[in-house]
């Protein structure tokens, strides 16, 4: 068999620029690049084979390891998954820094391949330079901390145990059920030795995602369930952009009268003025939505894997006859809520229940004036949050008003974390399928400006905004600077409030009087941050970095800053100054947290009371 002696590292990338993917019949490069940092642990490997190697392989410099994994995280969600870029670190912190973003994409079903540097497999250097050494197991290092997190680890010892390891990492970023974080770990030397790779293995070669059929079985199960019930309702996930199944699901809720909500990767399925567009579904749900689910006999879950925000930790819904339909191509997330379930694509489960139904002529029992009734009711109360007017400051939905009615139905915004998750998915009208990129399955503080890059890379021709606090601002902002560095201009919409003021509503909501989550100087004499506001200058802090920026305190000010910024060609930051306690709140929702059962404050243990009252009111599995 020919050959061809490469190092290990240059095996690997000559084997990721000749990876592809086929859905529907369309081919997508599935690598698109290398996003790194390079550190003694894979400078004179991986980055020695980059800059000799193959040019078709972009390289990304990060500033910031977890960055650039949000970044490479969201590139491939806004591409539905087609795409994506690998990450190499050095050992060490280096690769530690990783960990939080891979579980990111591992709990948000998205792929990314991880390759941080490890240890001398030799050995002969050790203790090197950031090595961990653990006494009673000599074998564990940094990059064991991934396991837990990856859908798939390795650890490549020999340079010709790359290939099962490669192959396999394809199998697994491939699969729509099992991808998510793959990492290959590369010990420092095993980067650099050479082996006599056959050509075969570097061949083109083309991943087959295959749209899995519903199963006739399975669908005269989810049939007959449907045909039974009088009020059902849809919750869509994610799953629907997957499957490019937004059209199919209108259709399907149409011609059945059935109302859709959504989840928060789901958002953005169905436009929002589509008469049965309920809205959000959940703890930071809508009104509509809500009141629907408590009385609905039949949820059928399209692409979703119902987590506790979708379902309000259990308590959404309170039929007594209430009974579940999971469609997903992973049977643990269609099982869940006990429900009946099939195994199978969105789009295919639709068209197939969709033909079912008809020839049984089936169509729910809601009068159209009862759900035109709810829609109209929370459409009049969003109008009046996007036009609350405060005696001094902005409130934070009125702010979120004046962006929505000002950005183009195209234009993509990012957002992850705090309070504006909640008042967005209630809220934001989204037009257009894939203009709403919420990371909600880990709810990750730092991945809105990474995200708004990795997006905007991935949609180089739409306006991309981060939406985010100033508490996930100081935690992570630095690939803005890739961001100028690479000319993918986003506008950064940062809303300064204060400190982590999400959790300190929480915390408040609970019988709290609020405790370490504003951003105050300590008091004189005390061991409290209970003093005056900090104050920052995030738009100095912007400019300083090389970006635009603005500074708005009103109204008229954001207007003509968000003018401003869309006629720059780099990225800008609009500083945005909200009061704190704006965001929404309610709506006959309730999210389960663990509330104290003993408390000095007679209000805590009055929270704990009403906690366990509505856990007797929840689904119990």
């Given at each position: 068999?020919?050959?061809?002696?490469?190092?290990?590292?240059?095996?690997?990338?000559?084997?990721?620029?000749n990876?592809?993917?086929?859905?529907?019949?369309?081919?997508?490069?599935?690598?698109?690049?290398?996003?790194?940092?390079f550190?003694h642990?894979?400078?004179?490997?991986?980055?020695?084979?980059?800059?000799?190697?193959p040019?078709?392989?972009?390289?990304i410099?990060?500033?910031?390891?977890?960055?650039?994994?949000?970044?490479?995280?969201?590139?491939?969600?806004?591409?539905?998954?087609?795409?994506?870029?690998?990450?190499?670190?050095?050992?060490?912190?280096?690769?530690?820094?990783?960990?939080?973003?891979?579980?990111?994409?591992?709990?948000?079903?998205i792929?990314?391949?991880?390759?941080p540097?490890?240890?001398?497999?030799?050995?002969?250097?050790?203790?090197?330079?950031?090595?961990?050494?653990?006494?009673?197991?000599?074998?564990?290092?940094?990059?064991?901390?991934?396991?837990p997190?990856?859908?798939?680890?390795?650890?490549?010892?020999?340079?010709?145990?790359?290939?099962?390891?490669?192959?396999?990492?394809?199998?697994?970023?491939?699969?729509?059920?099992?991808?998510?974080?793959?990492?290959?770990?590369?010990?420092?030397?095993?980067?650099?030795?050479?082996?006599?790779?056959?050509?075969?293995?570097?061949q083109?070669?083309?991943?087959?995602?295959?749209?899995?059929?519903?199963?006739k079985?399975?669908?005269?199960?989810?049939?007959?369930?449907?045909?039974r019930?009088?009020?059902?309702?849809?919750?869509?996930?994610?799953?629907?952009?997957?499957?490019f199944?937004?059209?199919?699901?209108?259709?399907?809720?149409?011609?059945?009268?059935?109302?859709?909500?959504?989840?928060?990767?789901?958002?953005?399925?169905?436009?929002?003025?589509?008469?049965?567009?309920?809205?959000a579904?959940?703890?930071?749900?809508?009104?509509?939505?809500?009141?629907?689910?408590?009385?609905?006999?039949?949820?059928?879950?399209?692409?979703?894997r119902?987590?506790?925000?979708?379902?309000?930790?259990?308590?959404?819904?309170?039929?007594?006859?209430?009974?579940?339909?999971?469609?997903?191509?992973?049977?643990?997330?269609?099982?869940?809520?006990d429900?009946?379930?099939?195994?199978?694509?969105?789009?295919?489960?639709?068209?197939?229940?969709?033909?079912?139904?008809?020839?049984?002529?089936?169509?729910?029992?809601?009068?159209?004036?009862?759900?035109?009734?709810?829609?109209?009711?929370?459409?009049?109360?969003?109008?009046?949050?996007?036009s609350?007017?405060?005696?001094?400051?902005?409130?934070?939905?009125?702010?979120?008003?004046?962006?929505?009615?000002?950005?183009?139905?195209?234009?993509?915004?990012?957002?992850?974390?705090?309070?504006?998750?909640?008042?967005?998915?209630?809220?934001?009208?989204?037009?257009?399928?894939?203009?709403?990129?919420?990371?909600?399955?880990?709810?990750?503080?730092?991945?809105?400006?990474?995200?708004?890059?990795?997006?905007k890379?991935a949609?180089?021709?739409?306006?991309v905004?981060?939406?985010?606090?100033?508490?996930?601002?100081?935690?992570?902002?630095?690939?803005?600077?890739?961001?100028?560095?690479?000319?993918?201009?986003i506008?950064?919409?940062?809303?300064?409030n204060?400190?982590?003021?999400?959790?300190?509503?929480?915390?408040?909501?609970?019988?709290?009087?609020?405790?370490?989550?504003?951003?105050?100087?300590?008091?004189?004499?005390?061991?409290r941050?209970?003093?005056?506001?900090?104050?920052?200058?995030?738009?100095s802090?912007?400019?300083?970095?090389g970006?635009?920026?603005?500074?708005?305190?009103?109204?008229?000010?954001?207007r003509?800053?968000?003018?401003?910024?869309?006629?720059?060609?780099?990225?800008?930051?609009?500083?945005?100054?909200v009061?704190?306690?704006?965001?929404?709140?309610?709506?006959?929702?309730?999210?389960?947290v663990?509330?104290?059962?003993?408390?000095n404050?007679?209000k805590?243990?009055k929270?704990?009371?009403?906690m366990?009252?509505?856990?007797?009111?929840?689904?119990?599995?």
């Amino acid at each position: 068999m020919e050959s061809i002696r490469l190092t290990m590292a240059q095996a690997l990338l000559r084997f990721l620029d000749n990876q592809y993917i086929e859905f529907d019949g369309v081919e997508h490069k599935f690598v698109k690049g290398i996003m790194g940092i390079f550190g003694h642990g894979n400078v004179t490997g991986i980055g020695e084979a980059l800059e000799y190697g193959p040019e078709e392989l972009l390289f990304i410099q990060g500033k910031n390891e977890q960055g650039m994994v949000h970044a490479a995280t969201a590139y491939a969600k806004q591409k539905n998954r087609l795409e994506i870029f690998a990450c190499t670190t050095s050992i060490g912190p280096g690769a530690l820094n990783m960990v939080t973003a891979a579980a990111t994409a591992t709990v948000n079903r998205i792929p990314v391949l991880l390759l941080p540097g490890d240890n001398f497999a030799c050995r002969q250097p050790d203790p090197v330079l950031q090595q961990i050494e653990n006494t009673s197991d000599y074998t564990i290092s940094a990059t064991d901390a991934f396991k837990p997190v990856s859908k798939y680890w390795d650890r490549i010892v020999r340079p010709e145990q790359l290939m099962t390891a490669a192959i396999n990492a394809m199998r697994v970023l491939t699969d729509p059920v099992e991808t998510g974080a793959v990492t290959l770990a590369l010990p420092q030397d095993v980067q650099s030795e050479a082996f006599d790779y056959p050509i075969q293995f570097f061949q083109k070669r083309v991943h087959h995602i295959d749209r899995r059929p519903a199963v006739k079985s399975a669908s005269e199960r989810a049939l007959q369930l449907i045909l039974r019930k009088k009020k059902p309702l849809i919750i869509a996930g994610g799953g629907v952009h997957y499957s490019f199944a937004t059209e199919e699901l209108v259709k399907f809720a149409e011609a059945f009268q059935i109302p859709v909500s959504e989840t928060q990767a789901g958002k953005s399925s169905i436009p929002w003025d589509h008469p049965l567009n309920v809205g959000a579904i959940g703890v930071t749900g809508s009104l509509a939505a809500n009141k629907l689910a408590k009385e609905a006999d039949l949820i059928i879950a399209v692409g979703t894997r119902l987590g506790d925000f979708a379902t309000g930790s259990k308590i959404a819904f309170q039929n007594s006859e209430i009974e579940f339909l999971g469609i997903n191509t992973s049977t643990f997330d269609a099982m869940k809520l006990d429900s009946t379930f099939i195994v199978a694509d969105a789009k295919e489960a639709l068209n197939t229940l969709h033909e079912g139904l008809v020839s049984n002529e089936y169509s729910s029992l809601y009068q159209q004036s009862e759900i035109q009734l709810l829609k109209a009711e929370w459409d009049q109360e969003v109008d009046r949050l996007y036009s609350v007017e405060m005696k001094e400051g902005l409130s934070q939905t009125r702010v979120i008003g004046e962006i929505n009615h000002f950005i183009n139905d195209e234009d993509i915004i990012v957002c992850a974390a705090g309070s504006l998750p909640g008042d967005l998915h209630r809220l934001w009208r989204s037009k257009n399928p894939k203009t709403y990129h919420m990371e909600y399955g880990f709810s990750c503080m730092g991945y809105e400006v990474s995200g708004a890059f990795g997006a905007k890379m991935a949609e180089p021709n739409r306006e991309v905004y981060a939406f985010v606090g100033d508490g996930s601002y100081l935690m992570l902002h630095s690939e803005l600077v890739t961001s100028l560095q690479e000319d993918y201009k986003i506008t950064v919409l940062l809303f300064d409030n204060h400190g982590f003021q999400c959790i300190h509503n929480l915390q408040r909501g609970h019988g709290s009087e609020g405790f370490g989550n504003e951003f105050k100087y300590r008091s004189n004499g005390t061991n409290r941050l209970a003093g005056e506001y900090m104050s920052f200058n995030f738009a100095s802090h912007a400019r300083s970095l090389g970006a635009n920026a603005y500074t708005v305190t009103s109204i008229d000010e954001l207007r003509e800053a968000l003018e401003k910024a869309k006629q720059e060609t780099t990225s800008t930051l609009i500083e945005i100054k909200v009061l704190p306690g704006t965001n929404t709140d309610g709506y006959e929702s309730w999210w389960r947290v663990g509330v104290s059962e003993v408390s000095n404050s007679s209000k805590v243990v009055k929270a704990h009371q009403e906690m366990k009252t509505n856990i007797q009111l929840t689904k119990p599995y």
